[in-house]
């Protein structure tokens, strides 16, 4: 999930929450909204945390090198 997915999951769980005024009695939707908004929430403080790990992470490469004292055969 990254931050598109967690301020989509925001957007949808406040109008859930707060927009739709309207009653079933197999839904609540204010409930479902408000799932989605924690959820999104959640979901954003996972992807700044790993956004935050991967910018201080630093690659280095290491080329190991052997020498055997011996010269390589000459091309002909």
Avoid: N
């Avoid at 967690?6 to 479902?32: E, P, Y």
């Avoid at 954003?44 to 201080?56: C, F, G, M, S, Y």
Wanted: proline residues 4%.
């Amino acid at each position: 999930m990254g931050i598109g997915v967690g301020l989509f999951l925001l957007v949808i769980g406040g109008i859930c929450a707060f927009g739709i005024k309207d009653s079933w009695s197999a839904i609540d939707l204010t409930a479902i909204g408000y799932i989605c908004m924690i959820v999104g929430v959640i979901a954003l403080v996972i992807a700044l945390v790993l956004t935050r790990q991967r910018a201080r992470t630093a690659h280095t490469e290491t080329v190991e090198h052997r020498d055997t004292g011996s010269t390589p055969p000459p091309v002909v």
